[in-house]
Each structure stands twice: as C-alpha cells, then as structure tokens.
C-alpha cells in the first residue's frame, strides 16, 4: 500500500527549473516564427517566469544562458527575480555561437581559442558567485565532421585540462554539471557524445562534477532510465535537461512524445534516492509553433503527474513480485501506478497550497497574455539563431 499523505507530502517539495531561452522566440533552421509579446530582455522573461511559478507554485529557479542573458548587474537581476518570488538557477555556458568555435572550443586544436573558451567558462563562475547559483551546466557542441579531422585521443586530453581548470575554481556548494549528446551539430565524432564519457570525465574531476541527462540527447530507442539507475548507483547524478523527442533534439514539451519514458525515468529517480536537492529537475525546450507561457506551465504539471505516478508504485508489492519471479505481477504493478489518473490527486495539492486546480486555465484567465501582447513590442529570439 502506499501512503498516500507521503506521496502529496513529496509533490509538495518538487520544482521544476525552467529556462529563460523557452520564453523567447525560437524555429527550426528553416524558419524562426516570432510572436507576440515575448519577453525583450532578461528581466521580462524573468516577469514570464514568475507567471509560472504563480500558476504551479513549482517553477521556484529560472536558468540563465550566457550570453543570451548577459546583464551587467547579476546581482541586480538576482533582486528582481526575488522580488517576484523567483531565484536564479542554473548558469548554461555558451561556447557554440562564436566563429573561433568553427573547430571547437575546449578541444580546439589551438591553445589560444582553448582560453578564450575556458574564460567564458570561469566568467560563467563569476555570474554564479553574484546569481547566488548551484549549478553550472556544460554543454559543448565540440567534435569532428570528417575522419583525420582532428586527434579523438588529444581532443579528450584539452578537454580534461580545461574541466579540471573550471572545476578547480568553483566554490563550497558550486556544481559543475557535464551535459552529453549523442550528435550535433557534429557529425563524426562529437567529444562529450554519451553518459559514459561524460562520467568517466566527471569520475576523475571529483564530488563538484556531476553528469546531467537531456533526454532529448539520445539514440531512439535507449534506455534512458537505465542510465539514470547507473548514474544514481555511482552518486554521479547532477540532473536532468527535460524535453520531448520524437527524432533528433526536438526540445519539445517534456513528457509530450512519450509520457510513459518520463514515468520510467522518474520511477528510477524515486527507486534510486534521486528525489531530492541533489538531483536538480529542469526543463530544457522550445516552444516554437505553440504559445510558449502555457506550454511551460503544462510541460511543470507533465513532469509533476510522472513523478505522482513514480510515487505511487507500491514497491513492497513489485520487491514480492520481483522475488517471486513473477513477472506479470511485477509489471501489473508498475502499470497499475502508470495508469493511474494522478489529476485528481495533483489538484488537491495545488488546493491545498492555496493555487487553482487547473494551472493553464488560471493562467489564460489571468490576462497575462494579453497584458505582454499589447506593452511588449519587438520580442527578441530565445538565442537559437540569433
Ligand atoms: C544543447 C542543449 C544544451 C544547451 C541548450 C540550449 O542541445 O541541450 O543544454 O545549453 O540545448
Ligand atoms: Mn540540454
Ligand atoms: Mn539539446
């Protein structure tokens, strides 16, 4: 049986970091479709933020991209995200949208652009010094188009140096999180291309190195939770990028394609003693065709309803059924707990922490959208393809 007060007791703790780049403008390669009243600076996506926190009270922490979000006051932006009910959170490098980048960053076969990248990385631990921020996240879009482009060994040995320089400078409570994916937008080899070569990096870095999963980086058809059960075996669990894919690196709305794969994902979180402030939730997509606001909101509530269904697994009953070898048993009751409709049960724990039941629908009720429709003019693009 599970405990039912425990399960709405967890909810209640649950966040959910969501980033700034979801509430601009983004496309495809083909085409970036703009819309009305997106935000225009920092500030104004930390205004859109806030909406969302209001409506789900679980989207506390907004993650910063830099540049994207370059201000010169972080501290000041620190301020007007916590008068709004709102913290800073993960600060996201950038070293992908520079000409010097063309060969690499970190890996570049020159030295000179290797610094020039590392300094961005050290900046990024000073924008977490004033941000008051945990976490920063590293992706590289570093590899190789073409066989001989580059030494695959060497290209590992810049970038252990350049890890162990940044992980050096972080402070007491500073995180780095390593980010891998599969391809893109190299072709032949990409440097930081899976788990295992994000945790190998990290192993060697020490406790401040963690690996983060994007589920959205993957091969079709991984197993997405088996990672996490590995990676939260070793302790080497940072946190998640959560995004829906269907093909490549979609971005779309977390727990949209396949709700099934995130309830998995989560059941391994709950199983492996991830569901806490160690393992850090957040969303990492775009809202290219639909209105961006509320799909954050529902993306929140599609994270939240796996995590209610991963609660409510009765894992006394899966441990008997597991020892038995009763394999229907076994994957009736991880089934019961999926099929479950958690609606009703997440609408209580929103009443009861004073919010309406149905997010997305206060929020239309509200007139946000219209309000940022009509003072906002000139909305500028999330940074994808700036
Ligand atoms: C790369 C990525 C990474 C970036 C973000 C904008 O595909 O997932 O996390 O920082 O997208
Ligand atoms: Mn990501
Ligand atoms: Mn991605």
Not at 23 to 33: E, Q
Not at 274 to 299: T, Y
Request: with cysteine.
């Amino acid at each position: 049986m599970t405990d039912l007060a425990a399960v709405k007791a967890a909810l209640r703790t649950q966040s959910v970091e969501t980033p700034s780049w979801a509430y601009g403008n983004s496309g495809t390669r083909f085409k970036v479709f703009t819309q009305a009243g997106v935000p225009r600076s920092p500030r104004e996506k930390l205004d859109d933020a806030a909406q969302v926190h209001e409506f789900t009270g679980a989207a506390p922490t907004v993650a910063l991209h830099i540049p994207w979000d370059r201000v010169d006051d972080y501290a000041s932006l620190a301020a007007y995200a916590q008068e709004r009910g709102l913290r800073l959170g993960t600060i996201n490098s950038n070293t992908f949208q520079d000409d010097d980048y063309r060969l690499g960053s970190v890996c570049h076969p020159d030295p000179a652009v290797r610094r020039k990248a590392v300094g961005h990385l050290l900046e990024c631990v000073d924008i977490m010094d004033a941000t008051g921020s945990r976490d920063l996240k590293l992706w590289f879009a570093d590899g190789t188009n073409y066989p001989g482009q580059d030494d695959i060994r060497a290209r590992q040995d810049r970038l252990a140096e350049a890890l162990s320089e940044v992980c050096a400078r972080l402070g007491d409570g500073q995180r780095m999180l390593l980010e891998y994916k599969l391809f893109e937008p190299s072709f032949y080899t990409t440097d930081v291309p899976d788990w295992g070569t994000a945790y190998a990096h990290c192993l060697r870095l020490g406790e401040k190195a963690q690996v983060v999963v994007d589920t959205g980086h993957h091969a079709p058809g991984t197993n997405i939770e088996f990672i996490v059960a590995t990676l939260l075996r070793e302790g080497k669990l940072g946190g998640f990028d959560f995004n829906s894919r269907f093909y490549a690196d979609d971005d779309l709305m977390a727990g949209a394609a396949d709700p099934f794969q995130l309830f998995r994902i989560m059941f391994e979180v709950v199983r492996g003693g991830g569901f806490g402030p160690g393992v850090a939730f957040m969303l990492d997509q775009c809202h290219n065709i639909e209105a961006k606001i509320p799909a954050i909101i529902r993306s929140v509530m599609n994270v939240q309803e796996a995590t209610a269904k991963a609660l409510l697994v009765d894992r006394d009953a899966l441990a008997a059924a597991q020892r038995s070898g009763d394999v229907l048993d076994a994957n009736a009751v991880l089934m019961d707990a999926y099929n479950t409709d958690v609606r009703p049960l997440l609408a209580e724990v929103r009443e009861e922490l004073g919010l309406d039941p149905d997010p997305v629908a206060a929020y239309r009720r509200s007139g946000w959208a219209m309000k940022i429709t009509e003072e906002r003019t000139g909305g500028r693009q999330s940074g994808w393809g700036a």
